[in-house]
């Protein structure tokens, strides 16, 4: 398993979810997609696109202010 991450912050939606479903595509099943985030809306949209696409997500943080990380797992 491999982790690869993924810096979104100062991009605002959906601009984060597309660089995610982009660099997720390139990932070996069972890797892991760290996305560093600070737009809001990504809180929400995020973790729903994970679901929705079947990824689990493995952690899910606030890490400032305006700052988080999620981390995908690719199955």
Do not use: S
Request: charged share 20%.
């Amino acid at each position: 398993m491999a982790v690869h991450i993924l810096e979104t912050d100062g991009q605002v939606c959906p601009f984060p979810i597309v660089e995610a479903k982009e660099a997720i595509a390139l990932l070996d099943v069972g890797d892991e997609l760290v996305i560093n985030f600070d737009c809001t809306q990504a809180t929400d949209a995020l973790p729903r696109w994970a679901a929705e696409a079947g990824y689990p997500v493995t952690n899910f943080d606030r890490v400032g202010d305006a700052a988080w990380t999620i981390t995908v797992q690719k199955a």
